[in-house]
C-alpha cells in the first residue's frame, strides 16, 4: 500500500473510499416484472389506432425517465469524492520525501485500525478546503519554476541583445571611420589633381626652357669652334714668326683652359681668351669659373680632416672569390655548434678582416668578441646606455664601431679595450655603422631619415646626407671606394658620394620597407631584402632590378653575398636562416633558432656561415 501511496502521490492527489455493494438497490422505483414471453403486443380485441398510439406514448415516456435516472446515476458516481484523513497525511510524507515517518504512520495507524482503537467512521474526510489550497500550491510552484525559466531566457535575450548592440555600434563607428578615411582619400586626390594640374603650365614651361638651352648650346658650339679655328691659325702664325728666335709659345688644347699660377700667360692667348669670353657673352653663355664649379668647391675645412683616398684602387680581397669553392660544391650548411652568448637578442655580427674571430652585439647594451669555431670569449665592451644595432671592424682590425638606440655612435680600441670616441649628432636611434676602407671615416644610419659620414681624425661629421624620406635601415662602403650604399623604409635603395656628401643614384622596386642591403666583392650587384623576405639583385652599372626573389612572407632582416658571389644567406623572422644560389635559383632554409634571426655572416673561405638571433645564441653551420 506505501507502494501505491508514492504512486499515487507523485501523480497527484487521491482519495480512497470503502465501497459495498448490496443486491437492495437504494432507489425507491418500484418496477414491474415483465415476463419473458410477454411481449408489448395488442390484443386482438383492442386494436385500434388510438390505444396503439397511446401505449407508444407511454413506452416513449418510460424510456425518457430511464435515460434521466441513468444519467444521474452515473453523474454521483463520477463526482468528487472527499479524501481521507490517513490518505492525506501519506501523501503529503510521500510528496515531502518523508519516507521514515510515513513507515512508522502506517505501522502505527494499521495496527491501531486492527485493535479497534480507531474507527474509520470517526475520523471523516479532509476539507475540500485544504486539498484545494494543496492544489494551489502545486500550481504555484510549478508557476514558479516556469517564471524562473522564463527570466533565465529573459536574461540570455538580454545579453544576447547588448552584445548585439555593442557589434552595432562597433560597426557603426567602423563605417564611420571608413566614410570619414574615404571622404580624406577623396580630399586628398582632389588636391593632388589640382596639384598636378598646376605643375603643367610649369613643366611647359621648363620644356621651353630646356628648348631654349638646347639652341644656346648649339650656337656656343658654333662659336667655340670657330673660335677654336682661329686660335688654332693664330698659333701656327705665332709658331711661324717666332720659328728663328726659339721662343717657346704655349699650345692651348680645343676646348680646355691653360691655368699656370707660377708662370706667366701670352698677351696673344690673353687677347684670344677675352675675345672668346665677350663672345660667350654675347651669345648669353656665362664663362667657364673653376671658383663656380661645384665639383672643385671645397667646404670649410679644418686641420685636422681627413682627406679622402682616390676610387681608382683595386680591392685586394678578390682574391679570395677563386679560394671560396664551397658553393660551387654544395650550398648546403648543417648546425655544428650553438653558443649562447648574450641574455637578450643578438642584434649584428661583425667578422674580423683577416682572423676567425666575430663580435656580436645585443640588446643588453653589450658587445663581445669570440673566437669560433670554440666559442672562446676575447673582450666585452660596456657603454652604450641602449641596446645595439650595428657593429663593424676597422680594416686593420684593431678598432670597433658600434651603434646604438642611444643615438651614439661610439669607436672602441682594442689594445686599451675602452670607448676612444662618441660621436653624437643623430637625433633618434642609430641603425647601422660602416668603416670605409683607409680606416678614417665611418658612416652612420639613422632613424631620424638621415645617414653621416664622420671624421675619426677631427672627430667631427664631414656631411649629412639627407634625401630618404623615412627610415635609414643600414649603411655600407663598397669596398675600397668613397660610394655609399643605404637602405630605407621608403622603400628604395641610394648610393651616396662620401666626398660630397650627394646622391649619385636611387633604386626603386621594393614594395615594402628595406630592411638590408649590401654589395658583393666584385662591387658591380646588390642583394636587398624587405619586410615581406622579398629578395632584389640590382646591377650597379645600369641601376635596374636583375631578379627578384620571394622568401617571405615573414622579413627579412639581413642579407650578405658570400665571398665568391654565387651564394646568399638571409636571415629571417620566421626563425630560419635562407641560403640562396645565385646561378640556379635554388633556395634552402636553416631551422635551428628558437627566435628570429637578426644577422647573418660567412667566413673568409665561406666554410662556416654564423647567424645571431633573439634567443641569444650565434649558430654556427658547416
Request: hydrophobic share 35%; with cysteine; proline share 3%.
Amino acid at each position: 500500500m506505501a507502494g501505491e501511496a508514492a504512486v499515487a502521490g507523485a501523480e497527484g492527489p487521491f482519495c480512497l473510499q470503502q465501497v459495498s455493494i448490496t443486491e437492495d438497490s437504494e432507489d425507491d422505483y418500484q418496477y414491474e416484472e415483465v415476463p419473458a414471453d410477454d411481449d408489448v403486443s395488442l390484443l386482438e380485441g383492442d386494436e385500434d389506432l388510438e390505444k396503439a398510439l397511446q401505449t407508444i406514448q407511454e413506452q416513449a415516456e418510460d424510456a425518457q425517465i430511464i435515460a434521466q435516472r441513468s444519467d444521474l446515476i452515473s453523474k454521483q458516481s463520477v463526482s468528487e469524492i472527499p479524501e481521507v484523513v490517513d490518505d492525506f497525511l501519506c501523501n503529503f510524507l510521500v510528496r515531502m520525501r518523508m519516507t521514515r515517518t510515513l513507515d512508522c504512520f502506517q505501522t502505527e495507524w494499521y495496527e491501531l485500525m486492527q485493535k479497534g482503537i480507531i474507527d474509520r467512521k470517526d475520523i471523516g474526510f479532509v476539507p475540500d478546503m485544504y486539498t484545494y489550497n494543496q492544489h494551489l500550491e502545486i500550481e504555484n510552484r510549478r508557476l514558479k519554476k516556469e517564471l524562473e525559466n522564463y527570466k533565465q531566457a529573459a536574461s540570455k535575450a538580454k545579453e544576447a541583445l547588448q552584445k548585439i548592440q555593442k557589434e552595432r555600434d562597433f560597426h557603426r563607428m567602423h563605417h564611420k571611420r571608413v566614410v570619414q578615411e574615404k571622404n580624406r582619400l577623396i580630399s586628398d586626390i582632389k588636391r593632388l589633381k589640382a596639384h598636378y594640374v598646376s605643375y603643367e603650365p610649369m613643366l611647359n614651361q621648363l620644356t621651353e626652357k630646356y628648348q631654349s638651352i638646347l639652341r644656346q648650346k648649339m650656337l656656343t658650339s658654333l662659336e667655340r669652334d670657330r673660335a677654336v679655328g682661329q686660335v688654332t691659325g693664330l698659333q701656327a702664325t705665332l709658331q711661324n714668326l717666332e720659328s728663328g728666335r726659339g721662343i717657346e709659345i704655349p699650345v692651348t688644347r680645343a676646348g680646355h683652359r691653360c691655368e699656370r699660377e707660377d708662370e706667366r700667360q701670352d698677351p696673344v692667348q690673353k687677347a684670344v681668351q677675352e675675345t672668346r669670353e665677350q663672345k660667350y657673352l654675347y651669345a648669353g653663355v656665362a664663362p667657364y669659373d673653376p671658383a663656380k664649379d661645384p665639383t672643385k668647391q671645397k667646404g670649410k675645412r679644418y686641420s685636422k680632416d681627413s682627406e679622402f683616398p682616390k676610387d681608382a684602387q683595386v680591392n685586394p680581397y678578390l682574391a679570395r672569390a677563386k679560394e671560396c669553392i664551397r658553393p660551387l660544391k654544395s650550398a648546403v650548411y648543417r648546425l655544428s655548434n650553438t653558443l649562447k652568448v648574450h641574455n637578450l637578442a643578438v642584434s649584428c655580427l661583425a667578422l674580423h678582416p683577416r682572423k676567425d674571430i666575430v663580435v656580436t652585439a645585443s640588446d643588453d647594451h653589450l658587445w663581445k668578441m669570440w673566437a669560433f669555431p670554440n666559442g672562446n670569449i676575447i673582450m666585452t665592451g660596456e657603454g652604450h646606455t641602449d641596446w645595439l644595432s650595428g657593429c663593424c671592424f676597422h680594416p686593420s682590425g684593431t678598432k670597433l664601431v658600434t651603434s646604438s638606440g642611444d643615438t651614439t655612435v661610439r669607436i672602441w680600441d682594442f689594445t686599451k679595450g675602452e670607448c676612444i670616441l662618441t660621436l653624437e649628432g643623430h637625433s633618434h636611434a642609430v641603425w647601422d655603422c660602416s668603416w670605409h676602407a683607409c680606416g678614417d671615416f665611418v658612416a652612420s644610419a639613422s632613424m631620424d631619415n638621415t645617414s653621416k659620414i664622420w671624421d675619426i681624425n677631427s672627430e667631427r661629421c664631414r656631411y649629412t646626407m639627407r634625401g630618404h624620406k623615412d627610415s635609414v635601415n643600414s649603411i655600407e662602403f663598397l669596398p675600397f671606394s668613397n660610394t655609399v650604399l643605404t637602405s630605407s623604409a621608403d622603400k628604395t635603395l641610394s648610393l651616396w658620394d662620401a666626398r660630397t656628401g650627394l646622391c649619385a643614384q636611387t633604386f626603386y622596386g621594393h614594395l615594402h620597407s628595406c630592411n638590408h642591403a649590401t654589395f658583393n666583392m666584385k662591387g658591380d650587384t646588390i642583394v636587398s631584402c624587405d619586410s615581406y623576405g622579398v629578395v632584389k639583385f640590382w646591377d650597379v652599372r645600369r641601376v635596374t632590378p636583375m631578379i627578384s626573389i620571394d622568401a617571405g612572407p615573414h622579413p627579412g632582416n639581413q642579407v650578405v653575398f658570400d665571398p665568391s658571389g654565387h651564394l646568399v644567406a638571409l636571415a629571417s623572422n620566421d626563425g630560419t636562416v635562407k641560403t640562396l644560389n645565385v646561378s640556379s635559383g635554388q633556395l634552402s632554409s636553416l631551422a635551428g633558432h628558437e627566435g628570429e634571426v637578426q644577422s647573418v655572416v660567412f667566413d673568409h673561405r665561406a666554410e662556416h656561415l654564423l647567424s645571431g638571433g633573439s634567443d641569444g645564441t650565434v649558430r654556427l653551420w658547416c
